[in-house]
């Protein structure tokens, strides 16, 4: 088995920048993961992130979820539950607009420092989304302007613990799915394991690494890189200790951005139509109702659905 790409964006400053982008656009390509290191985000900012995290799990949350799985009664299952996850979470919005102020009982040192994060990643997102430009042979910028649509991209983070799981064989800690959006940056737990991919056929363990920050490639890339990056199938392997830590942020096109392949990517008449052209939102709406189905069925449900009257170009704004 290959071993899990790990990138040192470092090394993107010397010698070895071409090895290191070499590296990336296999990562893209054959896992539709890689890990970051050496991202530009302190460490010491991130232990600041993790320990308010976790503190605002026990105080806040933990005693609701308790609740729901004695409700539930799924701390004593005997057959395999397919309809939900055993995860606690809560969705923080940054772009276009922030909710940050809305959500309830974040201390306010939790909610200054969840914005700062944010901000970080938004501009780590957008630096790799100009490495995947240059790989890809797209002029720089290309794909931010891909997600702009006429308000800039749409941004957010879901903040999750999974608690340690009684039946972790009967219950997933997050169903195998793709996921929706453009690119996704994940802080998560360096202790407790649990997020895996699936990768010719086989479910692969992402390594929890301390510090690190996993990459990995949504439905929206795939289409626009007209295929030659994948998003794939991952999942959350529920465990009996340890509680574990995800801070998901997903960089993702706004909602009128109009999504197709592009141009420079399309070869042939054959690969033209590989993928369809949609809006964003519309894509949402229907992947919220088959979130952990394939993903290919919703690319021909748009492809049976196009009309070039009501589509347009991508803003350039």
Known sequence: MATFPVVNMEKLNGDERSATMELIEDACANWGFFELVNHGISPEFMDRVEKLTKEHYRK???A???E?????GLDAVQSEIEDLDWESTFFLRHLPVSNISEIPDLKDEYRKVMKEFAGKLELLAEKLLDLLCENLGLEKGYLKKAFYGSKG?????????????PKPDLIKGLRA?????????LFQDDKVSGLQLLKDGDWVDVPPMRHSIVINI???LEVITNGKYKSVMHRVIAQTDGAR???ASFYNPG?????????ALVENKESKDLYPKFVFEDYMKLYAGVKFQAKEPRFEAFKNLETPANLGPIATA
């Open 245 to 247: 830590m995800s801070l």
């Open 64 to 66: 609701r979820f308790k």
């Open 68 to 72: 729901m799985v004695a409700s539930k």
């Open 153 to 165: 991209p749409t941004f957010g983070t879901k903040v999750s613990n999974y608690p340690p799981c």
């Open 218 to 220: 949504g439905d929206q």
């Open 255 to 263: 909602s009128d951005a109009v999504i197709y392949p592009a141009p």
């Open 177 to 185: 799915h793709t996921d929706a959006g453009g690119i996704i940056l």
């Open 60 to 62: 806040s949350m933990e």
